[in-house]
């Protein structure tokens, strides 16, 4: 089968990104991508990686990565107008206020172009709010097979999802959602790529407990307990959003900074622990990549307990898992005195991440689904 994998970065990334490396604009298409995609950021291209492994054609698009996006457009003689704004009519209080937006329509026809190329299979849509507000539903389906999604996070209105025949889902009760709207939908798990592990190579742990991830939106529940636990734990704080956090923020006071991608990885891997609180999306669900990600690079794992956590993970011998604040600063301080026993808990859980919880699992598993709907 042929794939198109089309993913949606965040904006605060590729501008680091991009900033750091000033002279890979003028880089052809291919090696912009790969240099993207070698940071690992999100599911980068570990999707389309291993579905390769597995006999099959892939490719990665970043929807919204601009140079990169006019880089392909340049090189395949399409000419896009990226500066020309319009102006829009916003209403302030009741009272109609002229501004300039400029103009994005270049980034619907660029990826229009990549798939009217490509003619994929399967077109797997990583971000279904970007894709639909690109109105390319209509558009793309003479030249797909088989339209498919992933969402496991805050739900935007169920016609986001109409246009696709599928909708994966690592959460069970959106599952149920979706299919309560007459959309077909299966489960599909996180996983974690192994390739990271020799990208790191050897990292020395000089951190004792660290949490990285934001402080906004359908996080800002998290921000109560690990203020909490802050002021009773020494723990290393990386992320974004921290400016949602009052002054007086212990996790403003130990705070580091952002740490995307392989920073992100590199932070885990020297962490004895690794922090983690689930966002209110996932609800009852053990859910969010930092379960594989933390387990993967082999950091201990302490993350609130949830209900499907045991079908993941043993817990207790490859994570930890706690009820609440209190719960969580007495875990830390008896795993922090308790050396033999934390190391013994990582081991196990890097152990059965690689073993069951890797992409090359999950493609497995994604063409086994989709077989069905073929």
Known sequence: MKFI???????????????????????????????LM?????????????????????????????P???????????????HKPKIVIRRRKGVPVPSLRFNKDWLRLVVLAQIKTTRPDVLYVQDPWSFYNLGLLKEVRPYVKLLVCQHASTLPPADYFKGFDLVVSSLPNQIEFFRSQGLKSEYLAIGFEPRVLKILGEVKQQYQVVHIGGYKGVHEARADLLEKVARACEIQFWGYGIENLPPGSPIREQFNGEAWALDMYRTKAASRITLTFHSTASGVYANNMSLFET???????????????????????????YENADDCIEKIRYYLDHENERAAIAANGQKRTLKEHTYFHRMQQLLDILKKYL
Do not use: M, P
């Open 5 to 35: 994998i089309l993913d949606h970065y965040y904006d605060i990334f590729l501008r680091a990104f991009y900033n750091d490396k000033r002279d890979i604009f003028r880089d052809a298409y291919d090696v912009q991508l790969r240099q």
């Open 38 to 66: 070698d940071q690992c950021f999100g599911t980068a291209d570990f999707y389309s990686e291993n579905l390769k492994l597995l006999g099959h054609e892939a490719e990665d698009i970043v929807i919204n990565c601009e």
């Open 295 to 321: 387990t993967g690079v082999g950091s201990l794992l302490l993350t609130d307990n949830k209900k499907n956590l045991g079908d993941l993970f043993e817990i207790g011998k490859e994570v930890i898992a």
């Open 68 to 82: 990169l996006q006019k880089q392909w457009a340049k090189e395949h003689g399409i000419k896009v107008n990226t």
